[in-house]
T-cell receptor, first 116, second 109 residues
Framework: SAVISQKPSRDICQRGTSLTIQCQVDSQVTMMFWYRQQPGQSLTLIAT?????????ESGFVIDKFPISRPNLTFSTLTVSNMSPEDSSIYLCSASGMTTRHNEQFFGPGTRLTVL | GQSLEQPSEVTAVEGAIVQINCTYQ??????LSWYQQHDGGAPTFLSY????GLEETGRFSSFLSRSDSYGYLLLQELQMKDSASYFC??????????FGKGTTLSVSS
C-alpha cells in the first residue's frame, strides 16, 4: 500500500490570494490525481498530474486557476489561484500504480481550505 | 461522460445486512470500485470488480454485472463503526476513478 501525506492539513485564506498544497507519496507511483470534495458531497476529479508534462484537466477546471506540478514519481503540488469563497473545499491528493495494486487508488488525508 | 447512481441514504441496525446498489453509464469500463469514507477522513479502498460475479472480503462483498451496468456492495453483521459514506466508482483505462454521489449508511444499536 502507499501512504500519502498532504501539507497543509487546513488553511484559512483571504480572497484573491493563492495557496499551494503539497502531496508526498511514500513510494513511487505511476499516476497522481487531485480531487475536490465539498463536505457531505462526492469527490470531483480536478486533474491528473503527469510527470514531466502538463497536467490533464477535467471539464470545468483550467490550468490558470489550478496549476499543478509533478516533478517526480512521488511528489505533486496543486495551487489554488486567485481564490474566492467558492473555492472553499477539501482538496484530496490520490495515487495509484507501480508499487500499489493497479486497481486501487490511495488518498491523502485532504487539505481543508476556507476562503474568506 | 460517466454517470453513477446510488441511494443517498441507508439506515440499519447492528447485526443486520445492507446492500448498496450502484448503476453506471460510461463510455469505457475497466472495473467498479467501492470506497468507504468516515466523517473527516480520507476515502479508503474496499473492493474492486472487473469481472462479473461476487468478490468477498470478510464482512464485505461486492458484486458486478457488466451486462446490466450494475453492481452492489453487501455489508454483513453490521457494526456501529460501519456508519460512514460509501462510494461506488468507475475506472476507465489509464484514468482516475470517477465517483458516485455516495450513500450515507447509519447503523444504530
Amino acid at each position: 500500500s502507499a501512504v500519502i501525506s498532504q501539507k497543509p492539513s487546513r488553511d484559512i485564506c483571504q480572497r484573491g490570494t493563492s495557496l499551494t498544497i503539497q502531496c508526498q507519496v511514500d513510494s513511487q507511483v505511476t499516476m497522481m490525481f487531485w480531487y475536490r470534495q465539498q463536505p457531505g458531497q462526492s469527490l470531483t476529479l480536478i486533474a491528473t498530474a503527469n510527470q514531466g508534462s502538463e497536467a490533464t484537466y477535467e471539464s470545468g477546471f483550467v490550468i490558470d486557476k489550478f496549476p499543478i506540478s509533478r516533478p517526480n514519481l512521488t511528489f505533486s503540488t496543486l495551487t489554488v489561484s486567485n481564490m474566492s469563497p467558492e473555492d472553499s473545499s477539501i482538496y484530496l491528493c490520490s495515487a495509484s500504480g507501480m508499487t500499489t495494486r493497479h486497481n486501487e487508488q490511495f488518498f491523502g488525508p485532504g487539505t481543508r481550505l476556507t476562503v474568506l | 461522460g460517466q454517470s453513477l447512481e446510488q441511494p443517498s441514504e441507508v439506515t440499519a441496525v447492528e447485526g443486520a445486512i445492507v446492500q448498496i446498489n450502484c448503476t453506471y453509464q460510461t463510455s469505457g469500463f475497466y472495473g467498479l470500485s467501492w470506497y468507504q469514507q468516515h466523517d473527516g477522513g480520507a476515502p479508503t479502498f474496499l473492493s474492486y470488480n472487473a469481472l462479473d460475479g461476487l468478490e468477498e472480503t470478510g464482512r464485505f462483498s461486492s458484486f458486478l454485472s457488466r451486462s446490466d451496468s450494475y453492481g452492489y456492495l453487501l455489508l454483513q453483521e453490521l457494526q456501529m463503526k460501519d456508519s460512514a459514506s460509501y462510494f461506488c466508482a468507475v475506472k476507465e483505462a489509464g484514468t482516475a476513478l470517477i465517483f458516485g454521489k455516495g450513500t450515507t449508511l447509519s447503523v444504530s444499536s
